[in-house]
């Protein structure tokens, strides 16, 4: 990334804060659009996509709800499928536009980040069996996921993951769905492309060692960024007529500083992750998916336990988990004082009210903190019968900071998921929380984009030129239009 110095003396249309996925995405589609406007893309490390977009410090799903339970949660005797739906539509719009970069020679070898393994569900006991065989019921007549097949054979199970079945009885009660057509993930690589294109094709490099202190009002522009150089400590002001805070965890503390009133209420929580990770290659070639499982009943969404095939700098791996740990950083290269600083006076309401809803949550880090290497393995053991400890090593991933926010009922609500914080004339924008994140950056960006430059978005010529990139974007999705799309970019990723 370039280590050129910042034009100071310039007027930048956009300031992107963070140089991973979310950044990447929205600063590119924006370039598409209306390449003349002025980008700088603002990084605190030296590279890019060295915290929740590595590739190591996420799980690498392609998130389109074939295979995770929790976008497909029971009420009453319903599947409520509407989560899934929307998930299953973002994941397929970000496919289109990196379809798009690849048929137009921006990027090549997209293996290097996305790769075909089939997605599945797979459960044990009557009642987790009688909810999946409802959940597949309710999707199946739908044509997002046509294809997706059920089974409580265990022979038929031995051909979808044998890993998994082997040592397993006929008396034992699972069940199990598949879908072909699951992507596996490596956004890290993803992110590398994205801006690589941005430095070659439109002058637009990423400074790295840059930490954004602050972002203030000013009068003759929009935004004052105060930017400190973590290798000269020189500090200097830019000016930007658009913000967009992606700092993944340290988006929160950046977003307290900033005079909007939008702000006000928002808390967050950190949650680190821990995975697994097969060392003995003959495991890792006996099993091929993402299998995804059913949290407990009062483990959070997070918890959701899943054996993935995973493939990371070429080489093949494989992995289990999620474990939570705990770390009172934001990110994975903060502060320990992170979490102390966040709590403001408009925040203790809601974050204490969100601490006493999800005792649960805190009795379950509790738990997770204090297993034992042979622990996780009995955990493993629920998916592998014969895992051996000796086969398995554990790996520190990435910090995740759950959305805390105001509710009138509750005082503070503890959020899954991601939210875009804007004020109220779209001049900055803060994404806040985690998964589905990176599978769904560009719905979420060119939401960013259509708030912060609605008048290029709703042009005639933005127009056009967003439906040649993202045909999906506001469209009708008619199942042709939905089968045109997955062929479209089956062929244009190498699917």
């Known amino acids: 990334m370039s280590t050129k110095n910042i034009d100071v003396n310039t007027d930048y249309d956009l300031i992107c804060v963070g140089a991973g996925i979310m950044s990447a995405t929205l ?8 390449p003349e406007l ?102 199946k007549e739908h044509f997002m996921f046509e294809g997706m097949e059920f089974t409580t054979a265990l022979s038929k199970m031995k051909t979808w993951f044998p890993l998994i079945t082997a040592n397993r009885s006929e008396d034992e009660i699972m069940a199990a769905t598949r879908i072909e057509r699951g992507a596996e993930m490596n956004f890290g690589a993803l992110t590398k492309k994205l801006f690589d294109v941005l430095e070659n094709e439109f002058n637009t490099p990423v400074h790295c060692n840059e930490d954004v202190i602050d972002i203030d009002p000013d009068k003759d522009v929009e935004w004052s960024v105060e930017v400190k150089n973590n290798i000269t400590n020189k500090t200097q002001y830019l000016d930007a007529k658009h913000v967009f805070i992606g700092a993944g965890g340290g988006s929160l503390l950046l977003l307290q500083k900033v005079e909007i009133a939008e702000k006000d209420g928002y808390g967050g ?9 097969c060392k003995n290659e003959n495991i890792i070639k006996q099993h091929l998916g993402k299998v995804y499982s059913k949290a407990g009943p009062n483990d959070p969404p997070m918890s959701t336990p899943h054996l993935d095939t995973r493939f ?36 203790i309401k809601p ?51 759950q959305i805390i926010k105001k509710d009138e009922y509750e005082g503070g609500k503890l959020q899954f998921g991601t939210e875009v914080v804007k004020s109220k004339d779209g001049s900055i924008t803060c994404l806040l929380g985690a998964s589905p994140g990176a599978s769904t950056a560009t719905h979420v960006m060119l939401e960013v984009f259509e708030t912060a430059f609605p008048e290029v978005v709703n042009s005639k010529e933005g127009q056009e030129k967003l439906k040649g990139i993202v045909p999906f974007w506001k469209a009708n999705i008619t199942p042709e239009l939905f089968k045109e799309t997955i062929a479209y970019s089956s062929k244009a990723l190498q699917l």
């Open 38 to 139: 002025n980008i700088l893309i603002l990084e605190r490390l030296d590279g890019v996509a060295q915290e929740s977009t590595a590739a190591w410090n996420n799980a690498g799903t392609g998130h389109s709800a074939l295979c995770e339970l929790n976008y497909t949660p029971q009420k009453g005797n319903t599947v409520d499928c509407s989560k899934a739906y929307n998930i299953c539509t973002q994941f397929e719009l970000s496919k289109q536009f990196w379809s798009y970069l690849v048929n137009n020679k921006l990027i090549t070898n997209p293996k290097d980040f996305i790769n075909s393994v089939p997605h599945h569900s797979w459960v044990t006991g009557e009642e987790n069996v009688a909810f999946l065989e409802k959940r597949f019921n309710a999707l």
């Open 27 to 34: 600063a590119l589609l924006v370039k598409l659009v209306k």
């Open 269 to 277: 929580f950190p949650v680190s992750g821990e995975w697994l990770v």
């Open 351 to 401: 974050m204490l009210g969100a601490f006493w809803d999800n005792l649960p949550l805190t009795k379950y880090l509790i738990e997770q903190v204090s297993m034992s290497h042979e622990d996780r393995m009995n955990n493993l053991r629920t998916f592998v019968k014969d895992a051996k400890s000796e086969d398995w090593e554990l790996l520190v991933a990435g910090q995740r900071v």
């Open 312 to 347: 990371i700098n070429g080489k093949r791996e494989l992995l289990f988990g999620p474990f939570a740990g705990f770390s009172p950083k934001f990110l994975k290269e903060g502060s320990n004082l992170d979490l102390f600083k966040s709590i403001k006076l408009d925040n």
